[in-house]
T-cell receptor, first 109, second 114 residues
Framework: GEDVEQSLFLSVREGDSSVINCTYT??????LYWYKQEPGAGLQLLTY?????DMKQDQRLTVLLNKKDKHLSLRIADTQTGDSAIYFCAVDNDYKLSFGAGTTVTVRA | EAGVTQFPSHSVIEKGQTVTLRCDPISGHDNLYWYRRVMGKEIKFLLHFVKESKQDESGMPNNRFLAERTGGTYSTLKVQPAELEDSGVYFC????????????FGSGTRLTVV
């Protein structure tokens, strides 16, 4: 099956940029996603990127995809306290999502 | 438009008991999925319905788990009998037919087996 790896923790100062990294093994994935889970809440789709794209920008979010290295990253500009959450990388394989274990982002003042 | 609704939000049961989780997808979404996150690990796929049919149940851990989607609307996931290792958060998601970029997840049911 698909393996998706991401670092477990990230601590960032308010106002700085956050970069969350993810690697995956299946090169046939068509869609790659970033989900956010705030405490006590469900999974919220933040953004996604098609596999034929290298970059996608959406307000404070920038997604970079390196297909050769099977590496996906999410950059959050001007990180705010409301960005504290668990961020999951997920890749699509025939209608089935494979998730990483989640990166817990802590924003400190 | 109402989102994906799951209940209960929390359930605490004793080992050996039965629990039934329910998911109401977004109206009109043919695809319904169950996922599970155990003990802070990755979220794992359990199964996928297309309308009332099981399209893929390769992620179901064992025969103690039974999922149904009668009539192609809401779905239930029954665990019988529950074991300690079944504890975790069970997520349901739905998507419209053909739109793989449109998965919407529910808030999840946190199941604790003691």
């Amino acid at each position: 099956g698909e393996d998706v790896e991401q670092s477990l923790f990230l601590s960032v100062r308010e106002g700085d940029s956050s970069v969350i990294n993810c690697t995956y093994t299946d090169s046939s994935s068509t869609y790659l996603y970033w989900y956010k889970q705030e405490p006590g809440a469900g999974l919220q789709l933040l953004t996604y990127i098609f596999s034929n794209m290298d970059m996608k920008q959406d307000q404070r979010l920038t997604v970079l995809l390196n297909k050769k290295d099977k590496h996906l990253s999410l950059r959050i500009a001007d990180t705010q306290t409301g960005d504290s959450a668990i961020y999951f990388c997920a890749v699509d394989n025939d209608y089935k999502l494979s998730f990483g274990a989640g990166t817990t982002v802590t924003v400190r003042a | 438009e109402a989102g994906v609704t799951q209940f209960p939000s929390h359930s605490v049961i004793e080992k050996g008991q039965t629990v039934t989780l329910r998911c109401d997808p977004i109206s009109g979404h043919d695809n319904l999925y169950w996922y599970r996150r155990v003990m802070g690990k990755e979220i794992k796929f359990l199964l996928h319905f297309v309308k009332e049919s099981k399209q893929d149940e390769s992620g179901m851990p064992n025969n103690r788990f039974l999922a149904e989607r009668t009539g192609g609307t809401y779905s239930t996931l029954k665990v019988q009998p529950a074991e300690l290792e079944d504890s975790g958060v069970y997520f349901c998601a739905s998507s419209h037919r053909g739109l793989r970029d449109g998965y919407t997840f529910g808030s999840g049911t946190r199941l604790t087996v003691v």
